[in-house]
């Protein structure tokens, strides 16, 4: 397995993971309350850092257990990680023009979070099913 593609599972996993444990977290903070009511932003914030300190140390786990020389991408690598991130960065878009929409229309805070966060969650998720799907089924030129 490619190193680029052992980073895309540690992406897929820990975004998803990360984003579970939020939503776990703010469902049972709710107990019958409105969403606007509920606190959120030290579990928003606690699950990104967690989840980046988590995929850095999984990175590097990777990193040391891959054979020398084979983690410096190749030209098929640098191409389908362009590829992956264009299709990822789609969600980003979304959640900018969601956000956006949210604050025009004066919605709480927590809507506007919530859609910017699960718009990024979206991305990273989106990009690394693409990256993995190229490096396992094959990556065509366009």
Known sequence: MAFAEKRAWIMLVVS??????YVVII???LDGRSPDEVSYA???????VASIVVAIVLNIAAAMTTPRGEEKPDQRDREI???SEYIGQSFVVIGAVAALLLA?????YFWIANA???CFVLSALLSSIAK????????GTW
């Open 16 to 21: 998803t993971i990360a984003y579970a444990v």
């Open 27 to 29: 469902l049972r903070r």
């Open 42 to 48: 030290s579990v928003l914030v606690g699950t990104i």
């Open 81 to 83: 990680q362009r590829a």
């Open 104 to 108: 025009v229309f004066e919605a709480p």
């Open 116 to 118: 910017v966060y699960l």
């Open 132 to 139: 993995i799907f190229a490096y396992r089924k094959g990556f």
